[in-house]
């Protein structure tokens, strides 16, 4: 959604400042629009790129540059994040321990089944039959091969059997 806001942001401002400059190949002297066409007098009042063509090119072209700024510029941040810590997968003790807890908050929202209604009145949550156990598996950075194998390491108490 914040792409499509952010091409609004691009395209008025691009029709603003074509509406303000006005420039010679879209407008005549007086300030009004030239007509789709060609001709080639100096003082013509016809264009090969009238201000309707620039409207829907330039909405197909803000559109494309809020999408690659929207892309870019996270993606950049995600980077920057990942290189400060000095290696890909290197936590702290903390961050090791955070994301334990939200494992574990993660394991236990998903203990209980989806909302079902039966007749009138709150609906009613049922257990599910094979609860999900607390952990989670990482991708271990040292086993990480150019074929793409990679192996796994389960932080938890003990990994399930299934």
Known sequence: MEI???AIVFYSVGLGLVLHFRPALMFNENG???????????????????FWLFAVSWAFLSYALAA??????PAMGAISAMTSEGSFGSYSQEEEEEAEAEAEAE?????V??????????PR???LENPVKPGYYVIDPATQ?????RKYIYYGDKPPTN
Do not use: D, N
């Not at 091969?145 to 194998?149: Q, V």
């Open 4 to 6: 499509l806001w952010l």
């Open 32 to 50: 009004t629009w030239k007509e789709f066409g060609y001709q080639r007098s100096h003082e013509s009042r016809y264009t090969i790129f009238p």
């Open 68 to 73: 690659t700024y929207s892309w870019i510029f």
């Open 107 to 111: 394991a236990e929202e998903a203990e």
């Open 113 to 122: 089944a989806p909302v079902s209604r039966r007749g009138r009145g709150r």
């Open 125 to 127: 949550k049922t257990p």
């Open 145 to 149: 091969t150019e074929s793409g194998l």
